[in-house]
Each structure stands twice: as C-alpha cells, then as structure tokens.
C-alpha cells in the first residue's frame, strides 16, 4: 500500500510530502518529494545587489536566521578580502550561539510533541521567547534580523542588552535541566527513540550527513573546530559527539551542545569590547556614519554610491562554510565584478540530511518515520529554497 | 597562496602524477584551489579522490551549477570536496557547451551527489549521464524551462 504523508501534516514540519510504501505496519520504501516552498531565492539573489540579499538569506532557515546571514556575510567579506573588526566578530559569535539554542530549542519542542509530551513544547518556547526578545532588541527584529551586514553589524547593540544575555544565561541551565528531567529517563521517550533511526558512519559520510547527526554516528566533524571562522578558534568548548547513532543519541547531543552554546556565549560576553567599531573600514564598501556623511563631501558620495550602486567585488567565487544548527551551512558566491552577485547557491544542510530518511527509516514501522523526520531537525525553508 | 604555490599543494600534485590529462587548470583565489577536470575525466578524478589515502575527499559537499551564457562553453559544475580526516577542501571545475550539456554522473562515488545532480539538472538542464533518477525535485514534474539559466527571466513567464 502506497500511503501520502502529504504535505500538509503537523509531524513534517512543513511541506514536506514523503511517500510511503507500506506493508502492513512497516515501511518498505519512502521516498521524499520536496519543492512545495521553493521560491526562487537563488534566483533572486542574482537581482539584488550584496546587500539587499542579506534579508533573502534570512527566510532561507527560518529558525536560525542569524546563521544564514553570518554565513553569507562571511562569504562576501572574503570575496572582497575584507574582515570585520574583533568587536564585532565577537558580537556575532554571541548571537550565532543564541540562535543555535533557539533553533534547537524549536526542534526540541516539536520533536518531543511529536512524541506526544507535549509540555515540552510550552517549554521550549517560553525559553526561545526571551532570545527572540533578545533579538528583537538588538535589531528590532523577532527573527529574520538581518543584523548583520558587510564588514561588521547593522546597528550598535543598545545599553542593557548583555544585562538581558546575563538574565537568560542564569535561568537557562536550570531550565535545560528541566527538559532533561522530564525525558531523558522518561520510559516513553527512550522506548521511542532508542534503537530508532539508526545510520552507519560510513553510511552517514557517503550520504553527506553533517550536523549532530553526524556527532551521533560517532564522526567528530564540527565546521567551528575544523575550519575556525568569526575568531570560533578563540574560544573554548567541547562538541560532543556519541556513537549509538539512534534518535536518543541526536537528542543527547543536541542538549549538550545547547550547554555548549551557552559557555560560548558567557565568553562572547567576556571577550567583546564595551565600545569599538562595528563596522570595517573599507570606504567604498561599507557606508559611512552619518554624522559624517552630513559634513564631508567625500563621505557623502560613498554614502551615494553604496546605496544607488553598490559596492563590486572583483571577479572570482568563494565557498564558505559555518556549522549551523542543522549541519554544514555552504554558501558559494561568484562574483563577476558587478555590484550584483553572478550565481549565489546555498547548500543547506536539511535539504541534504533529509535525502537520508529513506536510509534511517526504511524497514522500520510506521511510527518511527516521525521520530525520524523529526530527528534529523528540517527546515523546509532550507530544503526548497 | 599564490598559483604556483596552489599548484604545490598536495591535491593537485597527486592528480597530476595520477594523469596529467585531469587537469587542465589550477586557479587559486582566496586560499580557495579550484582545479579544472574535463568533462570526460570527472568520474575518474572524483574516484581517486575519494579513495585515495593520503587526499581522502570521502565527503562531497556541494555540487553548484553556474550559467555563464552567452560565454562558451555555457555551463559550469562545481564540485565541493570536503576531506573529514585531513581537514582539506578543493574545488572541482567542469565546463559544459550549450548543445546537450550532459556530464557522467558522480553517484557511484559520493551517494549523496544524487539530489545535488537532480537539482541542478532542474535548475539548469544539465543532463548526468547514469543517474539512477533523473528527474526535477524542486519543481513541479511538468515544470517547462530552466529557471536559473540567464536567460529566464527573475519573474518568470506568466
């Protein structure tokens, strides 16, 4: 029996359609058809300039808006040979971590109401409200903050704004020993994910896994140690990783790695200067300030330049890559010495971890599909683009 | 690093040794190797790499499709190589013409090349010869044209 998991259904988190081809209970074959929410970002990147494709990127993960944008920044900052001065690199560092504790805590809660503990998903989010608040202050925005810019950040982050990071530093752990309280020796949740999902490490390589899925299988791969970015080599944490390979094994490392996120944060914390440029100094690139741009003549063609123009990269392509929540985040910028990028393609970890669920979850029962869907933490923004 | 020292780099000698017929161009922009494999060598290349235990490129990456009409030949294909062990990554560069672009497909070497060929296949039209399932996968199967090609256009035909 071929059975739809139609695209609409609250378990695929999003418009995922998967066909199953069922035998009873078990599943012989499953196949994913994807596109529902394809809209072309791609394309459209090649009608902005570089900077207006800095919002694009953030509706490409929608729960890890900030790491889109810190990967494409980076990407067209080394393009143009230009690097964003320490203060605020270490501003980014900050909230790319709030974001990978928020994008995980979304996955979290809905993994666990999947699973039918549904209090956890209250939770989850009652806890992604204050980061989401945190954002909203910074850059005005809830989530798709496009805070970051070329050579630095948008806006100087308001007074009072690492009082509000300390407040969430301080209830968080207590918090994420809650969520660990309620399941991780819960009977339900370990007869539900032990043993469920499993991949092979070798499997797992060949079929260009990355993320905590790949930590689970036991292959010690994080972008952030491997190929250090944004001054990631500064800083001082641990990626945990585990070799069980089952859908518990993701849970645990997830959580850890959420923990892992606020030590990197509480260093963040430590090492960003109180005051300093947020902004590289690079004239034709980055806008001047305005005060400056209101007096001086040169400053005021820049100012005009930038933003009727744009600034040009000289010709070439970059890959750069950052570990985002879901996994290996590429972006691959070419350039062909316009002020508009020639090709910008996004390899999105989600959209290659899902063509693994027929590997995870063919063989296995019915049930276990959503444990597996929900395992691998999608984000169909990023599958379809 | 500059050209020369990108054709020094390990990677390159190797594939050089191997056989000189797979390179046929080494460029070096921003610490980035891109090495330029001709079409008919790719599947040859890409298995020497991946088995090869100094190189060891067991993960590929991305594989990116670029339209670089009206400039002949028309299609680029990028392959991303990541080596997990070796902490490396290297470029791969294959050139495309215009009249039925069609490249061997990579499949039997990285299995997770199947949804990036299938999607630049949908995007650009880039035939991969011996793909298990060529078919579209973002858009929808009686989809007519190539949107990421140069000349389709932003918006689309109504």
């Excluded at chain 1, 790319?96 to 504790?101: A, N």
């Excluded at chain 1, 005051?275 to 741009?293: H, S």
């Excluded at chain 1, 972006?331 to 989600?350: E, H, L």
Aim: charged share 25%.
């Amino acid at each position: 029996m071929v059975l739809n998991m139609g695209p609409q259904h609250p378990s695929t988190h999003g418009v995922l359609r998967v066909l199953l081809e069922l035998d009873g209970e078990t599943v012989v074959k499953a196949q994913p058809d994807i596109g529902y929410l394809h809209t072309g970002i791609e394309k459209t990147c090649e009608a902005k300039t570089y900077s207006q494709a800095i919002t694009l990127t953030d509706r490409v993960d929608y729960l890890a808006p900030l790491s889109n944008n810190l990967c494409y920044c980076l990407a067209v900052e080394k393009l143009l040979g230009l690097e964003a001065p320490p203060r605020a690199q270490y501003i980014r560092v900050l909230l790319t971590e709030l974001t990978r504790i928020a994008s995980h805590l979304v996955w979290l809660g809905t993994h666990a109401i999947d699973m039918g503990a549904m209090s956890v998903f209250l939770y989850c989010f009652r806890e992604r409200e204050e980061i989401i608040k945190i954002f909203e202050m910074v850059s005005g925005q809830r989530m798709m903050t496009s805070y970051f810019r070329i050579g630095g950040l948008a806006l100087e982050p308001p007074p009072g704004w690492l009082d509000r990071v300390q407040k969430f530093l301080d209830t968080f752990p207590s918090r994420l020993a809650e969520y660990e309280d309620l399941l991780t020796e819960n009977k339900i949740w370990k007869g539900r994910l032990i043993g469920v999902g499993h991949i092979t490490p070798e499997d797992a390589i060949a079929m260009g896994v990355s993320g905590p899925t790949l930590r689970a299988a036991g292959v010690n791969y994080d972008v952030r140690k491997a190929f250090p970015y944004s001054r990631y080599n500064e800083f001082d944490f641990t990626v945990p990783v585990r070799t069980e390979s089952d859908c518990y094994a993701r849970y645990l490392v997830r959580v850890e790695e959420m923990r892992q996120s606020l030590g990197i944060v509480k260093q963040a914390m430590a090492k960003a200067p109180a005051t300093g440029p947020i902004l590289a100094d690079a004239p034709g690139i980055v806008p001047p300030q305005r005060e400056k741009m209101k007096t001086e003549m040169e400053a005021l063609i820049y100012h005009f330049k930038i933003f009727t123009e744009g600034f040009a990269p000289p010709p070439g392509e970059v890959y750069q890559v950052i570990e985002s929540p879901r996994g290996e985040l590429g972006f691959y910028v070419c350039s062909d010495g316009s002020p508009k990028p020639y090709r910008v393609k996004m390899r999105t970890p989600s959209y290659i971890n899902l063509q693994a669920l027929p590997r995870i979850c063919e063989g296995r029962l019915l049930a276990d599909v959503v444990a597996c869907i929900g395992t691998i933490d999608i984000v169909l923004g990023e599958i379809d683009r | 690093m500059t050209d020369t020292e990108a054709a020094e780099k390990l990677v390159v000698r190797k594939l050089r040794e191997r056989n000189p017929h797979w390179v046929a161009a080494v460029v070096e922009f921003r610490g980035e190797v891109t090495i330029e494999v001709p079409r008919e060598h790719i599947v040859a290349a890409a298995d020497f790499l991946a088995s090869d235990s100094e190189l060891k490129f067991s993960f590929l990456s991305d594989i990116t499709g670029v339209d670089r009409f009206p400039v002949e030949p028309r299609f680029e294909v990028n392959y991303h190589l990541l080596s997990i062990e070796k902490r490396e990554r290297v470029r791969l560069k294959v050139r495309v013409g215009t009249i039925s672009p069609a490249v061997q497909t990579v499949t039997t070497v990285w299995p997770t090349a199947n949804w990036h060929e299938r999607e630049v296949f949908d995007l650009f039209g880039v035939r991969f010869e011996g793909h298990p399932d060529l078919r579209r996968i973002l858009l929808p199967e009686t989809w007519e044209g190539h949107p990421l090609r140069k000349d389709y256009p932003v918006e689309g035909y109504r």
